[in-house]
C-alpha cells in the first residue's frame, strides 16, 4: 500500500519540503521562491469528452513563481551554486529557463546570463528575463546553438551553467512526481507531457522511480513523450537541423537529455508521439476555454497528445488516470492567445447600447 507523506501548510518550497530527498545538507543556502506545491486539477470537460473511462488531471505548473516548472529544478541548481561559490550563472533558453534562472540567480545575489534564439522567445518570458536583470543576448542562431554555446564556456570559464544537464536541476524537478504521487494517493496510471530538451521527462521518471523504491508508492506511471511535429527528435530517432513549431518552447532539435528521455519511455512501457501546431493549437484554446486552465502552447501537447491517444484507442477499456503537465503559464506568450481570438469591440460607455449589443433587451 501506498505510504504517502501528510503535509503542512503554508507551503515551505520544494528543498524545505523534500530536504530528505534532495542532496542539500546545512551548508546550501536557502534561496526559495516557494516554488512547488502547485494544484492538480481534475478534467472537468475535455477528459470526459474522451470516454468515461478516463479520468484526466492537470498538473498546473503555470503557477509557480516565474510561471513554469522550471522553478522546481532552478532553485536547486541556483542552491547548489552559490553553495559552491558561484557568482555568475549561465543558461541557453526557449524562454523559461532563462526567467528562471534570472530569478533565482537575483534571489540569490549571484549574476546571470541568459542566451535565447533571436526571434523566437515569448514576449512574456522576455519581460522577465529582463526585468530580473539578467544579461540578455539575443543569439543569432536556434536553442541548440545557444546550448553548444553555454556548455563550451562553462566547461572552461568559472560560471555556473543552470540548464536541466545541470544534475541538481533533475533533482528539483523530480518533486512534481511526489506531489501528483501525493494529490492522486498513488502513481497515475499515463502521465504525459511536453517534450523539449527532454529534462522534465527524465525528472518525472526519476521521482516516479523515487517513490515506488523507497517503498512510498507501490507502482509507475506509463510515460509519454510529446513533441511538435517540426521538432520531434525522439520520435524520429534523429536529430533534427532546423526545427520549427508555434510551441517555441519546445522549439529544440537536439535534446540535452535524449538518453534519459529515452530511458524514461521505454523503462516505463512509454512511447514519443509528434503532434502537429494545429492539434497543439486546438487544445491550448480548449484548455483555456472549457477547462480555465490558460497555458502557454506548448504546455497544451501532453494533453493534445492524450487526446489523440485516446481517439486511437490506446488506453483501451479499462479504467485509467492520466496526468498531464501543464508546464507553463498563458501570459508567458500574450501575443499567441490574443492572435487566436476574436479582438475586444470598443463601445460607448452606454447602458442602452450594452443592452442591444448583449442582446439582453
Ligand atoms: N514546456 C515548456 C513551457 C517549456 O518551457 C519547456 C522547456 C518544455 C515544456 C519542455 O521541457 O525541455 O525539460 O523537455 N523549455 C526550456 C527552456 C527548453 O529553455 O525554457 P524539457
Known amino acids: 500500500m501506498a505510504n504517502l507523506p501528510t503535509r503542512k501548510w503554508p507551503w515551505r518550497g520544494v528543498i524545505e519540503e523534500y530536504r530528505q530527498f534532495l542532496p542539500v545538507s546545512d551548508a546550501t543556502p536557502v534561496v526559495t521562491l516557494l516554488e512547488g506545491g502547485t494544484p492538480l486539477v481534475e478534467s472537468k470537460v475535455l477528459g470526459p469528452s474522451l470516454s468515461g473511462k478516463i479520468k484526466m488531471y492537470f498538473k498546473y505548473e503555470g503557477l ?22 558561484a557568482t555568475m550563472t549561465m543558461c541557453a533558453s526557449t524562454g523559461n529557463t532563462a526567467a528562471a534562472a534570472a530569478a533565482y540567480s537575483s534571489a540569490a545575489g549571484m549574476a546571470s546570463v541568459v542566451l535565447i ?8 518570458k522576455l519581460s522577465q528575463a529582463l526585468a530580473y536583470g539578467a544579461r540578455t543576448l539575443s543569439v543569432e542562431g536556434n536553442f541548440d546553438d545557444c546550448l553548444r554555446c553555454v556548455r563550451e564556456i562553462c566547461e572552461n570559464y568559472p560560471v555556473a551553467l543552470v540548464n536541466s544537464l545541470n544534475p541538481y536541476r533533475m533533482e528539483g ?22 517534450v523539449g530538451n527532454a529534462g522534465n521527462i527524465s525528472a518525472y521518471w526519476l521521482g516516479y522511480k523515487e517513490y515506488r523504491d523507497r517503498g512510498i508508492t507501490d507502482s509507475l506511471p506509463v510515460m509519454l513523450g510529446i513533441q511538435a511535429a517540426g521538432a520531434a527528435p525522439l520520435v524520429h530517432g534523429k536529430p533534427v537541423d532546423h526545427p520549427e513549431t508555434v510551441a517555441t518552447a519546445i522549439r529544440i532539435g537536439n535534446p540535452a537529455r535524449w538518453n534519459d528521455a529515452v530511458k524514461a519511455a521505454s523503462e516505463s512501457g512509454g512511447i514519443f508521439r509528434a503532434l502537429t501546431d494545429e492539434e497543439i493549437l486546438a487544445t491550448y484554446a ?6 480555465g486552465l490558460f497555458v502557454e502552447p506548448a504546455s ?5 497528445g492524450v487526446r489523440k491517444l485516446a481517439h486511437e484507442g490506446y488506453f483501451g477499456d479499462r ?12 501570459l508567458k506568450d500574450p501575443d499567441r492567445a490574443i ?23
Open 64 to 85: 509557480n513563481p516565474t510561471g513554469s516548472f522550471k522553478d522546481r529544478g532552478m532553485v536547486m541548481a541556483i542552491a547548489k551554486a552559490k553553495e559552491d561559490g
Open 117 to 124: 534564439p533571436a526571434g523566437y522567445v515569448a514576449l512574456g
Open 173 to 194: 524537478q523530480k518533486t512534481a512526481a511526489f506531489e501528483v504521487c501525493e494529490a492522486l494517493g498513488g502513481p497515475p496510471d499515463f502521465h504525459a507531457l511536453p
Open 286 to 291: 480548449d484548455l483555456a476555454r472549457y477547462e
Open 300 to 304: 497544451a501537447a501532453g494533453v493534445a
Open 319 to 330: 479504467a485509467v488516470t492520466v496526468a498531464c503537465t501543464l508546464t507553463g503559464h498563458g
Open 339 to 361: 492572435s487566436m481570438a476574436p479582438q475586444p469591440e470598443t463601445v460607448r460607455a452606454d447602458v442602452a447600447q450594452l443592452l442591444d449589443i448583449l442582446g439582453l433587451r
